[in-house]
């Protein structure tokens, strides 16, 4: 039962609720958004000494 609601709900949410959020969005692809914590630091030549943490 478990597994029978669980491709109900990927079903829904991949072929519903997905294709609302691309609408609405306009299409932005969410991979490639992100929120930064932590700026990257870099030294006087512009060499990374701790990166950026997402």
């Known amino acids: 039962m478990g597994a029978a ?11 519903i609720i997905m294709p609302l959020v691309g609408k609405v969005t306009a299409g932005v692809d969410f991979k490639s958004l992100r929120i930064v914590l932590t700026e990257a630091k870099l030294d006087a030549t512009g060499v990374v000494l701790t990166p950026e943490q997402q």
């Open 5 to 15: 609601f669980n491709k109900l709900t990927t079903s829904f949410i991949d072929g």
